[in-house]
């Protein structure tokens, strides 16, 4: 079967676009999400995706160097990173990460969740913000993190960490809004976080015409209801 | 509920117990009647994936059986088998990390019946297979049967090495096990809650039942 990697911040969109693509063509598709960096890995390894939609633009260009790709990809979405604080959270969700620098400060923060720096770009972009605004240093020890971002925004309003830097695209999805409340980090504190989408060799035909269905107004208009910019704004 | 996880994780099961019972009844009998010098290296061997982290055992079977290793490659291109991220991989997988499973309770059943009886029955000129249907077998039989009942369960468990060659996709290589992760990050603590229920629930009975079979096998001795 068809199948999709996508990264995790895709959760909620990719499943509404998915299913009106396979309502309007009739094609079925398999949906995977995860972290981007292990998907990467998975594919070097020879995992069966077809389509790989990374949540940033180096994981597909390695692929293409490693030549498991048909091309250098494609733009298709742009993602933004803000500040989630549960209900309940001595912590405001103050997108200047003001209310985090005091919270440091007066002891108010004890945990705070982020992905893994290390292989989801959303840890990357979180870590960018965090260096930007001076705090990276005393926020390490508070830290734990997610395996991608979405497990990074279960454990930020888990009720056991103070808050987190999640996904803007999942705090809008409506099972995460009503946990806590929300505020963007400003976009000039971390790169840009664009987004790129790959075939892989041997993808079959609907596979293709789920890729370019992507970039229809139609699709990208589900995309930007959940929170992400189209890339050439 | 995330039945096509739990038809899998079923099929899963299944197959390991069907692929790994004549080999623990095998490896297990020998190791129970034989002594000799490396004994204890085989017997550690067998031992290893109960203490080894799930995820080395995973990591391992990743970087040889992947198609970037010779092995991966070769299996790929002159028998056309892929082993990493579908369910043959599983099942190699499962058959690995659930050898102590087997191999350590069917070992201990045979080393529980007594060597006059088998020896008896020689003596009284009883062949081979005869021995081991009518003396062996039924002694051992308790044992055998939680050894079967342990592999099934624990590979409707096993989480760390599945997601390491697995790669969760849906109707290939995502579990049950695997499924109450996802869920969990999706925000859908309802099915997971329900998945997880049903686990517990089937794994404590499971275990129950082959700790009543025991025992009343016992009593009847």
Redesign the interface.
């Known amino acids: ?1 068809p ?1 999709v990697a996508a990264a ?1 911040d895709l ?1 909620f969109a990719l499943e509404e676009v998915a299913a009106q693509f396979e309502r309007e063509s009739g094609h079925k598709l ?5 972290s981007s960096g292990n998907f990467y890995s ?1 594919i ?5 995706f077809h389509l790989y939609l990374s949540a940033d633009e180096d994981f597909v260009f390695r692929l293409a160097d490693a030549g498991k790709t048909v091309d250098r990809g494609r733009l298709y979405a742009r993602g933004r990173i803000g500040i989630l604080v549960p209900h309940g959270s001595p912590l405001r969700a103050d997108g200047e990460l003001k209310d985090l620098a005091a919270a440091l400060r007066d002891g108010r923060l004890r945990k705070f969740a982020i992905a893994n720096p290390e292989h989801a770009p959303y840890g990357q972009r979180a870590e960018e913000a965090l260096r930007h605004a001076g705090l990276w240093q005393a926020i390490r020890p508070h830290l734990v993190l997610g395996e ?1 971002i ?2 990074a ?2 454990f930020a ?1 888990s009720g056991s960490t103070q808050g987190g830097i999640v996904a803007l695209s999942l705090a809008l ?1 409506p ?2 809004a009503k ?1 806590g409340d929300f505020a963007l980090i400003p976009e000039a504190w971390h790169r840009p976080l664009l987004q790129r989408m790959v075939l892989l060799k041997g993808a079959p035909p609907p596979v293709r015409e789920f890729h370019d269905y992507l970039s229809t107004t139609a699709a990208q208009a589900i995309m930007v209801r959940y929170g992400f910019a189209t890339p050439r704004d | 509920m995330d039945w096509q996880a739990l038809v899998l994780s079923l099929q899963l099961a299944g197959v390991t117990l069907l692929v790994l019972l004549p080999l623990g009844l095998w490896l297990g009998r020998w190791l129970a009647y034989t002594t000799f010098a490396g004994k204890a290296v085989i017997e550690a061997l067998v031992v290893l994936p109960l203490v080894l982290p799930p995820t080395v055992l995973g990591y391992y079977l ?2 040889s059986m ?3 290793s010779p092995l ?1 490659r070769w299996a ?1 291109e002159t028998l056309d088998l ?1 082993l ?3 369910f043959t991989g599983l099942v190699v997988a499962s058959v690995i990390f659930n050898v102590p499973f087997i191999v350590q309770p069917v070992q201990r059943a045979f080393e529980a019946i007594p060597r006059q009886l088998t020896e008896a029955a020689a003596v009284s000129g009883l062949g081979w297979w005869p021995t081991w249907r009518r003396v062996e077998l039924p002694l051992a039989w308790p044992g055998i049967l939680s050894a079967m009942v342990l592999t099934f369960v624990h590979t409707m468990g096993e989480f760390g090495v599945v997601l390491m060659v697995g ?5 290939e290589t995502k579990t049950i096990a695997i499924s109450i992760y ?1 869920r ?5 603590l309802a099915a997971a809650d329900r998945m997880a229920w049903l686990l517990l629930v089937l794994s404590l009975g499971a275990v129950t039942m082959s700790f009543f079979a025991s025992a009343r096998l016992a009593a009847r001795r």
């Open positions: 079967m199948t995790s959760k398999r949906l995977v999400f995860g998975q070097l390894q020879g995992a069966p991608n979405s497990q925004a279960q309003t999805a099972d995460v946990l | 990743l970087v992947g198609g970037a991966g790929a892929r990493t991220f579908n790669g969760s996709i849906p109707g996802d969990v990050q999706a925000f859908d």
